[in-house]
């Protein structure tokens, strides 16, 4: 297990003691064990190996930085399939059988929130300040990344916040195995079988049949800063591709400054090629 740096102002990190014996365990918070309604103060990320790119360790670096104290957790593709072999078997054959890894790298991640809890955040994601503020009284979390709500892919999965057991999860679950029975295991759409177009159905079907009025859903800028339809209009277009990281005129700092009410950003690097590198999983 590889242990990052301490920050000299986070007493808490004096240690690192792994909760779960497979996936790289950077901090853990002393208060993760005790139990709380409220969203435990652990960050995951995931990734194939271990083995990152420059880029992507310096935006990792971020929420290490800006959450002293807190669990970090990354998870490799074997440590996802060892979660769900040990702790949700019964999943396992619908796991292994989907075509593309990031159909299971998707899933991976709604099991980290029903076992674990906390915040989910895709590795093209840089910290702009703690979380802690915005979390406060929630109990699970999701954010648009366009403020045309009405998109079918307007609710990624690329965050996802909770705590950990939260019946939402069973909700997507559900329509994880819904869109298999519908579309078929072979199916190589991750965004109907396991992303965002599922997502959105499973949000649809939670707040009209759940008593619960506890998913909060945040706005575009709170979360992933640039609207991602600005690369559609021709009147946005430069602001987004200043955010852009696959971009020739990405320019992180130019971007930030265009969000500075947001918790974190995204820089949208996962779905073109940069410097031959594929983001695609």
Request: proline letters at 6%; a negative charge.
């Amino acid at each position: 297990m590889t242990v990052h740096e301490k920050c000299p102002q986070s007493p808490a990190r004096e240690t690192a003691v792994s909760l779960f014996p497979r996936p790289q365990v950077l901090y853990v918070s002393q208060s993760l064990q005790q139990h709380s309604i409220s969203i435990p103060q652990i960050i995951h990320q995931s990734w194939r190996t271990r083995k990152l790119k420059a880029f992507q360790t310096e935006w990792q670096k971020t929420w290490l930085h800006n959450h002293p104290g807190w669990t970090y957790m990354f998870w490799t593709d074997k440590d996802n399939r060892r979660l769900i072999a040990d702790h949700f078997p019964w999943f396992l054959d619908v796991y292994d059988s989907f075509p593309r890894n990031i159909q299971r790298a998707d899933c991976a991640r709604y099991f980290y929130m029903l076992h674990f809890g906390g915040c989910y955040f895709d590795l093209d994601f840089e910290s702009l300040k703690n979380l802690g503020p915005l979390l406060l009284d929630v109990q699970v979390a999701l954010a648009y990344m366009t403020q045309d709500t009405e998109s079918e892919l307007s609710i990624p999965n690329a965050f996802v916040a909770s705590v950990p057991g939260h019946a939402f999860w069973w909700y997507v679950i559900k329509h994880v195995l819904m869109a298999v029975a519908s579309e078929g295991i072979g199916s190589h759409d991750a965004h109907r079988i396991t992303g965002p177009i599922m997502l959105k159905k499973a949000v649809a079907q939670y707040q009209t049949l759940s008593p619960m009025q506890d998913l909060t859903i945040f706005p575009s800028d709170t979360i992933y800063g640039v609207d991602y339809s600005w690369r559609y209009d021709p009147a946005m277009l430069s602001k987004f591709l200043s955010c852009h990281a696959a971009s020739q005129e990405f320019n992180s700092t130019e971007c930030k400054l265009s969000f500075p009410g947001s918790y974190s950003i995204t820089y949208w690097s996962g779905d073109l090629t940069w410097n031959g590198w594929v983001g695609e999983r």
